[in-house]
């Protein structure tokens, strides 16, 4: 059965301040997607990486995949307000069927303070 | 921007009854998937759909659940028989590839079991 492990669950910070949140799986799969869901709302897509040693980059958002450790990060830089809301991994169930589902993590519910 | 909806946006029924939820994916994927979402917890793959047929469920989508494409555009989850434990976020997703495509997901079904 995959797996996914978000930690942290629960990041409160503050404004200007750097953090990463991390996501490791227990699978060989080298696709990993990272969603942002605000409260009530659906899920945006922010990064799709697609092969070990990708690194995305939008904003003040910034996503990497190690496929080897089966880890992925995403770091957060200078954070600000808006950047408040929970934050899901999630990583292509490959079952080799042609349309595959998604495994996500319990998400990191992050809480940007002024 | 094309995006996926999904209709209603809010269901509540009798524990029992059957239900029908309703997404239209964007107009040029080809692959189509439901998820689930518990209040607080995390996001539940249950099918994915190509072709005109299941490509992968998961535990959760037993025989009371079943998916349907009707005509070209709209792309059905059905529950026969709905339990207290059904209620939650009903997400539609669609993606234009497989695997390396990004899941664009509707707006959500909140379905609420009485």
């Known amino acids: 059965e995959l797996k996914v492990e978000q930690n942290p669950l629960f990041l409160s910070m503050q404004e200007g301040k750097n953090y990463t949140i991390y996501c490791n799986y227990s699978?060989?799969?080298?696709?990993l997607y990272w969603y942002r869901q605000d409260p009530g709302k659906s899920l945006e897509s922010l990064f799709v990486l697609l092969s070990n040693g990708a690194v995305k980059q939008e904003g003040r958002l910034m996503a990497s995949l190690d496929t080897k450790a089966r880890l992925s990060t995403l770091h957060i830089t200078a954070a600000v307000h808006d950047l408040s809301a929970t934050y899901f991994c999630a990583v292509d169930n490959y079952s080799g069927g042609g349309a595959d589902g998604l495994t996500f993590g319990k998400g990191t519910h992050l809480i940007i303070q002024p | 921007e094309p995006e996926v909806t999904q209709t209603p946006s809010h269901q509540v029924t009798q524990m029992g009854q059957e239900v029908i939820l309703r997404c239209v994916p964007i107009?040029?994927?080809?692959?189509f998937y439901w998820y689930r979402q518990i209040l607080g917890q995390k996001v539940e793959f249950l099918v994915s759909f190509y072709n005109n047929e299941i490509s992968e469920k998961s535990e959760i989508f037993d025989d009371q659940f079943s998916v349907e494409r009707p005509d070209g555009s709209n792309f059905t989850l059905k529950i026969r028989s709905t339990k207290l434990e059904d209620s939650a976020m009903y997400f539609c997703?669609?993606?234009?590839?497989?695997?390396?495509?990004?899941?664009?997901f509707g707006p959500g079904t909140r379905l609420t079991v009485l």
């Open positions: 997703a669609s993606s234009e590839a497989w695997g390396t495509d990004t899941q664009y």
């Open positions: 107009s040029n994927h080809l692959y």
């Open positions: 699978t060989t799969s080298d696709r």
